[in-house]
């Protein structure tokens, strides 16, 4: 299923300038990797899992619940038709508009990771933001940072990272985060809650949370973020260096 339509997408790519798949768990450093490495390349970041966020606010909104399969995804097709719109801010970071109002803040908070875990299992919601991904990544010069950016959404990716590190480091960074941003936190419900998600990422039947073959593996658990954005760019490079 996947290969074929890896296969009839193949065809299709005429893109200028390389396409960057960054994928990998949640907690992994992945989100300031990718902002990093797109600035460090003068590529255009595209943060996937916002998409999926938005889509459980905008479900919220509407007051569907996430477990309404239907309606969720009626949303989903609602927000690819241009209800949703994804600009660059200044600092680099994607800024999300909801019906031209700006939800990047609340689509950060612990219940939208939860409903975006939830919406995302949908196979409806991701065929609906399919094609808007791709079409982000038709003219290249771009970083896609989600979950099946390498195995699914650009197969062809001309660069595919794996963004990972071990669930305690990515409970810690997370708790410290949340904290940092004034959320109560405790390690052992953020370490429960990581490994909830990444249960249910990896093993749900659309699109499961996994490297690509072609990936390359980047353990992040002893290294600094400066490491990690400087072996991606030196690689990036290297891989493209032709073009
Ligand atoms: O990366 P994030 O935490 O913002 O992602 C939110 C949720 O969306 C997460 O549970 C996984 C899902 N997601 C996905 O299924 N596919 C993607 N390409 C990106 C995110």
Redesign the pocket.
């Known amino acids: 299923m996947v290969r074929s339509t890896a296969a009839r997408y193949k065809t299709d790519v005429t893109r200028p300038r390389p396409a960057v798949a960054l ?1 990998g768990p ?1 907690g992994a450093g ?2 300031t990797v990718a902002r990093l490495t797109a600035r460090a390349l003068g590529f255009t970041l595209v ?7 938005t889509v459980a606010l905008a479900a919220q909104r509407a007051g569907i619940p996430w477990s309404n399969t239907e309606g969720v995804a009626s949303q989903a097709r609602r927000l690819a038709e241009g209800a949703l719109q994804m600009r660059p801010n200044p600092e680099g970071a994607v800024c999300v508009l909801l019906d031209g109002e700006d939800v990047s803040s609340q689509i950060r908070t612990p219940e939208m ?1 939860f409903g ?2 939830q919406v ?1 299992s949908i196979p409806e919601v ?1 065929a609906a933001l399919l094609a808007m ?1 791709r079409g982000a990544a038709s003219e290249g010069g771009v970083v896609l ?5 390498g195995t699914v ?1 650009l197969p062809d990716a001309e660069a595919k990272f794996f963004v990972t590190a071990s669930p305690e480091v990515r409970a810690r960074r997370r708790h410290e985060e949340l904290l940092a941003r004034g959320f109560p936190s405790s390690f052992e419900q953020t370490l429960a809650e990581v490994l909830q ?1 990444d249960e ?2 990896s093993n749900r039947s659309v ?1 499961p ?1 996994r490297a690509a073959e072609d990936a390359e593996l980047v353990d992040t658990s002893a290294m600094t973020i400066e490491e990690v954005v400087a072996r991606i760019v030196q690689r990036v490079r290297q891989i493209t260096g032709a073009r």
């Open positions: 994928d949640a992945k989100s943060d996937t899992g916002a998409l999926y966020r990771s975006a875990s995302s991701r991904q940072e989600g979950r099946d950016i959404v998600r249910a990422d699109s949370l």
